[in-house]
């Protein structure tokens, strides 16, 4: 299976030509880039009208009744799980919290298995990505599966998932060799949606979320903009600061379609699509 259109998961919205809109204070910790960590914590809880549930795929395994994700994360996962054809060996094993849910597992974990266990593998309440809905843990399906810490293993089914993640939005949140930056260890299962073109970009310069959101600030709308390409479409993705009033006003520049995402801590992404040839249109 090819790559998913990626623009199933984009607000439509008009053609615009160096437009503006009003972006307010509360937007910069709403979209698929915020960056959740021990220094950037859940500022606001997630609108429930944003999740969905698992359920609503019969072919997707639960570890557990009653999981939910983020709708465009989600779409997308099933749409990843059917390109790898990891419906049958791979199991959803934690997806949303909430943030009592986050302080419950925090707690058990660090009875059960330690302080210095849950310090690598365990967030706590308020710096788990898994309050915004955008991560999910997954698993090989088996008859015994460690909900903190799943076998997810660099083979098979599970290997062709990995390589193919980036393609539907995905990155591998916690990896090898960036510990010192996340301060969680490497976590094969755990996968974060950030949308397209991000994971594509993210992946192809080994980049993690906080290196990635660092590095798009050198991108402005009055300066030199990032600029993704492929056959069908360009996508120019530049970082507008949040201004210190109720409101920002967050320049766009020509496209067929835009999206932004705040950052969770000063700021916007802006990622601004145009076909070639045709113009960007939800399907």
Known sequence: MGQRNPFIQIEQRPYVKHSAVQASRREIHEGSLVLVNRTNPIQQPLSTDKLQALSIYPNLNELHDGMLLEKNCLQQLVALLEACKGLEDIVAVSGYRSK???????????????????????AKPDQSEHQTGLAIDVGKRDNFVDFIAPSFPDSGVY?????????????????????????????????????????????????????????????????????????????????????????????????????????????FIISAFTGKGHQVREQ
């Open 100 to 122: 009592d849910e986050q302080e419950q597992i925090y707690a058990s974990s660090f009875i059960e298995n330690g302080p210095e266990y849950t310090a690598c593998y365990v």
């Open 159 to 267: 290997q062709h998932f990995k390589q193919l993640a980036a393609q539907f939005g995905f990155i591998q949140r916690y990896k090898k060799g960036k510990e010192s930056i996340t301060n969680i260890s490497c976590e094969p299962w755990h996968f974060r949606y950030v949308g397209f073109p991000h994971a594509e970009i993210m992946e192809k310069n080994d980049f993690c979320l906080e290196e990635y959101i660092e590095w798009i600030r050198s991108y402005s709308y009055a300066g030199e903009r990032f600029r993704y390409e492929n056959e069908s479409l360009q996508v120019a993705i530049y970082y507008v600061p949040a201004e210190d009033a109720p409101s920002t006003t967050v320049p766009i520049t020509s496209c067929d379609l835009y999206r932004i995402s705040g950052n969770n801590s000063d700021g």
